[in-house]
């Protein structure tokens, strides 16, 4: 049974790259035609693949709506808990979960969750509190992914307070940053938030290679400095990456993230 179901498994792969016919799905099995057909037939009848005209298969609406309702039903948090708990491990500093609420105005960017550190000064952020859109490297990632005119949409709604002398002083250069960041893949904060914090940050992808969340390693002047933290950044990316991929459904460390 279990040779069965990999077989018929195996035939979603090869759709996937395009209608097949009967003797397509047979070679790429190995079997013959007739044990094709019957695997073929009990995936048409669950609506999984789809008999053409031409007598070509390809995949049926089935599979797709499926793939919807499982995206639709995901956690990204539950996905991240485990990686955000391992950064922390390796680390030792903060590391936070940030997502853009659907249904709000494009600015609102929460904490979903927060590891915090292990040593003894701590950050005030708390799970379900906005972030400070303007300066917070997660909140740069995801206004960064949003379609151009939005973004400027976006950047002439926000008003730029000036929470130390690092903060982001306009619009003019918040869409130059959210510009870099789209560039690098990458954004931080450094001091322009707390005078004293800094923080390296990458984004979370789904399905279709949207930023859906953002990751982020923070960490006090009196630990790390700023150019020591960003040594961590390969580690924070590698981490975004794996969520991604366990998000999406990809293997986990199958695509090298740039230093």
């Known amino acids: 049974m279990s040779q069965t179901v990999d077989r018929a498994l195996s035939i979603l ?13 047979a070679g790429h099995l190995g079997v013959h035609k007739s044990t094709a057909l019957r695997l073929l ?8 693949v789809h008999r053409r005209p031409d007598q070509r298969y390809r995949l049926g609406s089935r599979l797709f709506a499926l793939a919807q309702q499982a995206v639709e039903n995901l956690d990204v948090r539950e996905v991240a808990q485990a990686h955000l708990l391992e950064l922390n491990r390796r680390t030792g500093h903060t590391v936070h979960l940030a997502v853009r609420e659907e249904n709000d105005v494009a600015y609102d960017v929460t904490y979903i969750d927060k590891v915090d550190s292990r040593y003894p000064v701590r950050m005030y952020s708390r799970i379900g509190k906005p972030v400070a859109v ?3 490297a ?3 990632l995801l206004l960064a992914d949003l379609p151009e005119a939005e973004r400027r949409a976006v950047a002439g709604r926000l008003e730029y307070r000036r929470y130390t002398a690092r903060s982001t002083p ?23 938030h707390e005078e004293s914090i800094n923080c390296v940050a990458a984004p979370i992808t ?4 949207r930023t859906i969340a953002a990751l982020s390693l923070s960490a006090p002047n ?3 400095s700023a150019e020591q933290l960003l040594t961590l950044l390969p580690q924070v ?9 366990e998000y999406a459904g990809r293997p986990l460390g199958g695509e090298q993230q740039p230093t």
């Open 237 to 245: 990316r590698r981490a975004a990456a794996d969520i991604s991929a």
């Open 138 to 140: 997660v909140a740069k």
């Open 222 to 224: 009196v630990v790390v």
């Open 13 to 25: 792969p090869l759709l996937a790259e395009g209608p097949a016919n009967l003797e397509q799905v």
């Open 41 to 48: 037939r009990t995936l048409h009848e669950h609506g999984l």
């Open 170 to 192: 306009n619009a003019t250069a918040f869409l130059a940053e959210l510009a870099k960041v789209r560039e690098q893949g990458w954004a931080t904060d450094f001091g322009g």
């Open 206 to 209: 789904g399905v279709d290679g």
């Open 134 to 136: 303007t300066v917070a």
